[in-house]
């Protein structure tokens, strides 16, 4: 890695610790008051730039654990949103309060069968969150299926503690997944890599491509961003349209 860097950017400095208190923000405060949840601070302003809150929403959280996530959310997001909680535990099927729009149901984030129920059920979903077993291969199992099948136009899929694929209790695969999301965009640039000169995708040029072979994911991923330790994948509205270069 320090190789790879360069030597200003991989040169070796001292990193210090802060014990600031959560960030500021109507997020912030809301997961102070909410007992039973556990979430890195430096998360929050994340959620808060990327969830949409102008409208209801169908959430979909990847991992209950105590409950007190769904009970964040249910603050944080507008007041008639439904939010959905999957889990392996059998134990968090208490959470569920179809009353408050919160959902729970049981079953494994690597069981696509279950997911299609829930999606079938609930979704499509504009947020789906993965904060589940944090297993390499069980968040990119998940993706494979959730992004193209329960995530809706215009959604977002965020995937946090991704901490713990550097941890080797995690890495039950050697792709983790900020590996498998150099994969994912490269398959963004899919088309770049079909016709390598900018002449093909100009407007009114003779050369101009019409019709491409590329993977689902070309047309399907927007944008990804990229935080410490939580990646945030913007689904296009529909399907995005092949780039125009303008010449003039």
């Given amino acids: 890695m320090l190789r790879e860097l360069g030597p200003e950017l991989g040169r070796v400095v001292t990193w210090a610790a802060s ?18 949840v556990h979430k890195w601070l430096h998360y929050l302003p994340v959620y808060e730039s990327a969830l949409p809150r102008d409208r209801p929403v169908r959430m979909l959280e990847i991992g ?7 009970q964040m959310w249910r603050r944080f997001l507008h ?20 009353s408050r729009q919160i ?3 049981v079953g ?9 129920r829930v999606v079938d059920e609930f979704g499509p979903f504009d947020v789906i969150l993965d904060d589940g077993s944090h297993m390499n291969s069980h968040i990119v199992q998940s993706f494979r299926f959730l992004f193209p099948n329960g995530l809706a136009s215009n959604g977002v899929y965020v995937v946090e503690d991704i901490s713990a694929n550097y941890w080797r209790p995690y890495r039950d695969d050697r792709m983790s997944f900020p590996d498998f999301t150099k994969w994912l965009i490269d398959a963004m640039h899919a088309h770049y890599q079909l016709a390598r000169a900018e002449v093909f995708y ?5 050369h101009r491509l019409r019709e491409l072979k590329v993977p689902l994911a070309t047309t399907l991923v927007e944008k ?3 935080y410490d330790s939580i990646a945030v994948i913007h689904r296009a509205d529909g399907q995005r349209t092949v780039p125009v270069s303008v010449f003039q």
């Fill in 19 to 36: 014990d600031a208190p959560a960030p500021d923000g109507e997020l912030g405060a809301i997961f102070a008051e909410t007992p039973n």
């Fill in 64 to 70: 209950v654990a105590r409950g007190g996530s769904l």
């Fill in 79 to 98: 007041s008639e949103s439904v939010i959905v909680g999957v889990d392996i535990e059998p134990d968090t099927a208490k959470f569920d309060d179809p």
């Fill in 103 to 105: 959902h729970v149901r």
């Fill in 108 to 116: 494994s984030q690597t069981d696509t069968e279950f997911l299609q």
């Fill in 202 to 206: 100009r407007a009114g040029g003779e």
């Fill in 224 to 226: 990804v961003s990229f």
